[in-house]
Nanobody, 126 residues
């Protein structure tokens, strides 16, 4: 069973940057992985995803050009580099893994992922 642990969240002013990390208990090279976020009173939404092969990515429209998802398989770690942060990016950010399926598909739905981390809070002040 996969275990995922996020870190790197915190408080930052608008326009600032943060880099989230998600360390896995097993080989991330065998999984598709993604980042989701949930703001108070809102549904959990897809932010960024990486296919199992690592060749395909996808992003929420509002973060394109600002956020970058990447993976270091040697460290079994997934990253989310967040630049030009805005107050509307404030949320709890969750790492997710999908341990089945095609190597090229980037999952954008919560239901496609079968393992989740506990979340890390990101707060962006104006």
């Amino acid at each position: 069973q996969a275990q995922l642990v996020e870190s790197g969240g915190g408080w930052v002013q608008s326009g600032g940057s943060l880099k989230l990390s998600c360390t896995a208990s097993a080989r991330t090279s065998a999984w598709a992985m993604g980042w989701f976020r949930q703001a108070p009173g809102k549904e959990r939404e897809f932010v960024a995803g990486l296919s199992m092969s690592g060749r395909n990515t996808d992003y929420l429209d509002s973060v394109k050009g600002r956020f970058t998802i990447s993976r270091d398989n040697a460290k079994n770690t997934l990253y989310l580099l967040m630049n030009s942060l805005k107050p509307e990016d404030t949320a709890v950010y969750y790492c997710a893994a999908r341990t089945y399926g095609s190597s090229w598909n980037v999952g954008i739905s919560r239901t496609e992922y079968n393992f989740w981390g506990q979340g890390t809070q990101v707060t962006v002040s104006s």
